[in-house]
């Protein structure tokens, strides 16, 4: 059954918070073997075209959401089952960078409240010693990173511009420090209707110090899909508990800190 939404006014069908409202249910829409409907959308026939309308925008959102995300069904689906995507982009630049795609269960505000925050980097940004925001507010920051991925890796010491705009979109970008390459960008996509996002995480890092490209790579793809799985489970969107708590688990940074 679907239900559709149709307002009658001066005998016009519009879309519009009119006086006559009238909710009803639409069966069997491929045969159109329901005979009461067809006499009303017989009667109403100016409204059928609407109708249509109306019944296909409802289905359209979670499509076009996919398409916007360059998902195709297969991969909606993956995500759906809690994985995390990854794939290697721009390999044909300097550096090596990846993208990672995630599905939270919960709204963009609560994402964008783990995003950014330094007491939440230091937990989900694997080898992050040093985390702070040197000037601006949520929208544009400055920030100092110290990070550290492992033992045999040189420390990274460098300040990046970072924003957010009003699309849902936000981007770092290097002001200096001993990388000679470091972008990044969030987008994020409600899905409408359904209290999911999906997040699509980009980034692309090069530098100074000699490092064979190879090792780059291996190195984000290892941390990204744990960065995601992360940054879901400090949300709460991982869907069960069971699932919060195996994200969380996946956290590179100590989750208890939080609590002291």
């Not at 005998?11 to 829409?29: D, G, M, Q, T």
């Not at 309308?53 to 995500?79: C, Y």
């Not at 000679?180 to 980034?203: A, C, D, T």
């Amino acid at each position: 059954m679907v239900f559709a939404r149709v307002i009658y006014s001066n005998n016009e069908c519009k879309f519009a918070a009119r006086r006559s409202c009238y909710i009803f249910p639409v069966y069997n829409l491929p045969g159109m073997q329901s005979k009461p409907l067809i006499q009303m959308l017989v009667k109403h026939a100016g409204c059928l075209k609407s109708l249509v309308l109306v019944l296909v925008l409802s289905i359209v959102p979670r499509i076009v959401t996919a398409e916007l995300a360059g998902l195709s069904e297969e991969s909606l689906a993956r995500l759906q089952r809690g994985e995390i995507l990854l794939e290697t982009i721009h390999a044909e630049k300097p550096g090596a960078a990846a993208r990672a795609t995630a599905l939270l269960h919960t709204s963009a505000t609560e994402i964008w409240n783990i995003l950014g925050y330094c007491k939440y980097e230091l937990i989900y940004v694997k080898g992050l010693k040093l985390c702070e925001v040197l000037d601006g507010d949520q929208f544009q920051m400055t920030v100092h990173h110290q990070l550290r991925n492992s033992w045999f890796t040189p420390t990274m010491d460098f300040i990046f511009a970072a924003s957010r705009d009003s699309t849902g979109t936000g981007r770092a970008t290097l002001k200096s420090g001993n990388l000679k390459v470091f972008e990044g960008q969030w987008k994020l996509y409600p899905r409408e209707g359904q209290n999911s996002v999906i997040v699509v995480h980009e980034i692309r890092v090069q530098s100074k110090f000699p490092a064979p490209k190879w090792l780059i790579r291996r190195t984000l793809h290892n941390d990204l899909p744990n960065m995601l799985s992360c940054i879901r489970g400090l949300a709460g969107a991982s869907g069960t508990d069971r699932h919060i708590q195996r994200d969380l688990k996946r956290c590179p940074g100590d989750v208890g800190q939080l609590d002291k």
